[in-house]
C-alpha cells in the first residue's frame, strides 16, 4: 500500500519474488503525474514475463493537505481577492494565474510562466536576484540605493565589478553589469593601469631613467639593482651606505650630526631593529636587492644596517639595535706588565754590565800577563830598589 501526492516526485517499490530457491530483488518506480477523478485508489499488478508469479501494488492518493479545511476566499493576499489563500500559498479563480493571482490568463500564453525568466534554459529564476511576476523579472533592490540589479533576467548589477585600491573600478570607472568602463586614460579589468606616462619620467627628463619600461604609470626596470617608480634607487650601489649613515644612526641611536634634526630629514624610510646581526634580511631570502652596511661612529663604535627598497617601493633600513664598541683596556695586566718589564729590563742591564765587567778584567789580566811576559830584569838586583845616593858630574871638571 502506497501513498502518492501529486505532482512530486516518485515513491519506490521493491519487492521479492522466490524463483526456484532464489531471491530476485526488483526496484519499481512509480510517478504519479495528477490525482484520479474522485481520488479512488489505483491498483496495479507486476509480473515478471515468463513467470506466473504475479505482486499487485494498490496506491492511495493525498491530494488535499489538512490544512485545506482553513482556506479563506477572496483573501486580500492573492491579488485584492483574485483567489482562495490556503496552505500558504494561493489558488487562484479561473482567469487569473501566478503567485498572488496577479496575472491574467489572457496576457500569458504559457503554462509556465517560470520558463521566461530563465536565462538560457537555466534552473535560476532571475539568476536569483528578483521574482518573476506574470513571465517578467523583478529585480531585488538593495539597502544600499546606489546598488542595483538589473537586466532581463536580473544578470547585472553594478558592484561585483574587479576593485584596486579597495575601490570599485580602482576609483577610476563605473561599473556596468560586472564590467568596468573605464575613464579617458585609465585601462585595465579593474581600471587600474595608468596610460599617462608622466609619472614615469625620472629627474634627467628620461623615461625610466633610461634602465627600464613604463607600465601602467610606473617603470618595470630592467636591471634588478635599480629599483623605485623611475628606476633611479640603486640600493646595492656604492655610496649607499654612507648616504643613509647619519639618519640611522640618529633614528636607531640617537647620536650623530643629524641628532637635532632627525625627523624633518630622515623621515623617508621605515627603521627595524633587530637583535644581532644574524637577524638581518640576507641577499637569497628576500625578493629584492639587500645591501649590508657597516659604519663606525665618533666613539669608535661599529653599528650594522641593512638598506633596501622592497616590492612596494618602500625604503626599508634593519639596523642591530646594539653597538659594537671596543672594550676598555684592562688596568691590572698593563700594570703588571709594566712592573715585569721595568725588572726585566733592569735585569738584563745587570747582566749586561756583568758581562761587560768580565770581559774588560780578562782583557786587563792578560795585557798584564804578557807585559810581565816580555819584561827583562836582573835576577841579582831587585828592580824596585832605588839608591838614596845621587852622583853628579862637572862636565867641566877634567879630572886634574
Known amino acids: ?24 530483488t526488483f526496484t519499481i518506480t512509480v510517478t504519479s503525474k495528477g490525482c484520479p477523478k474522485q481520488g479512488k485508489p489505483e491498483t496495479i499488478k507486476i509480473k515478471p514475463l515468463g513467470f506466473t508469479e504475479e505482486v499487485e501494488i494498490t496506491l492511495n492518493f493525498i491530494c488535499e493537505c489538512e490544512c485545506h479545511s482553513d482556506a479563506i476566499e477572496n483573501s486580500p493576499l492573492c491579488h485584492f481577492g483574485n483567489g482562495t489563500y490556503e496552505c500558504g500559498a494561493c489558488k487562484c479563480k479561473e482567469g487569473r494565474v501566478g503567485r498572488q493571482c496577479e496575472c491574467s490568463s489572457n496576457d500569458v500564453a504559457t503554462e509556465d510562466m517560470d520558463r521566461t525568466c530563465r536565462k538560457d534554459n537555466g534552473t535560476d529564476i532571475c539568476s536569483n536576484n528578483g521574482e518573476c511576476v506574470c513571465g517578467t523579472c523583478e529585480c531585488k533592490k538593495r539597502d544600499n540605493p546606489e546598488e542595483r540589479y538589473s ?25 556596468e553589469c560586472r564590467v568596468c568602463i573605464c575613464e579617458p586614460m585609465w585601462t585595465g579589468s579593474a581600471c587600474d593601469c595608468s596610460l599617462d606616462n608622466s609619472t614615469c619620467m625620472a629627474s634627467n ?17 630592467k636591471d634588478p639593482k635599480f629599483q623605485g617608480p623611475t628606476c633611479e634607487t640603486c640600493p646595492t650601489c656604492p655610496g649607499v651606505c654612507t648616504e643613509h649613515k647619519e ?40 625578493s629584492y636587492p639587500v645591501m649590508h652596511c657597516k659604519e663606525r661612529d665618533a666613539n669608535d663604535c661599529w653599528f650594522y644596517y641593512t638598506y633596501a627598497v622592497n616590492n612596494d617601493t618602500k625604503k626599508e633600513v634593519h639596523v642591530v639595535e646594539t653597538l659594537d664598541c671596543p672594550s676598555g683596556p684592562d688596568i691590572i695586566p698593563i700594570v703588571a706588565g709594566v712592573v715585569a718589564g721595568i725588572v726585566l729590563i733592569g735585569l738584563a742591564l ?40 845621587t852622583t853628579v858630574i862637572n862636565p867641566k871638571y877634567e879630572g886634574k
Open 205 to 221: 627628463k628620461q623615461m625610466c631613467n633610461g634602465r627600464g619600461k613604463c607600465e601602467c604609470g610606473t617603470c618595470k626596470c
Open 247 to 286: 639618519c640611522v644612526q640618529c633614528r636607531a641611536f640617537g647620536t650623530g650630526e643629524k641628532k637635532d634634526k632627525c625627523k624633518e630629514e630622515c623621515d623617508d624610510f621605515t627603521l627595524i631593529k633587530v637583535r644581532d646581526r644574524d637577524k638581518l634580511p640576507q641577499p637569497n631570502e628576500a
Open 151 to 175: 537586466g532581463q533576467y536580473c544578470e547585472c548589477d553594478n558592484f561585483n565589478c574587479d576593485r584596486s585600491g579597495n575601490k570599485l573600478c580602482g576609483g577610476h570607472g563605473r561599473c
Open 350 to 389: 745587570l747582566l749586561i754590565w756583568k758581562l761587560l765587567m768580565i770581559i774588560h778584567d780578562r782583557r786587563e789580566f792578560a795585557k798584564f800577563e804578557k807585559e810581565k811576559m816580555n819584561a827583562k830584569w836582573d835576577t841579582g838586583e831587585n828592580p824596585i830598589y832605588k839608591s838614596a845616593v
Open 1 to 24: 500500500m502506497f501513498s502518492m501526492v501529486p505532482n512530486f516526485d516518485s515513491k519506490l517499490a521493491k519487492t521479492s519474488l522466490l524463483f526456484l530457491h532464489s531471491q530476485v
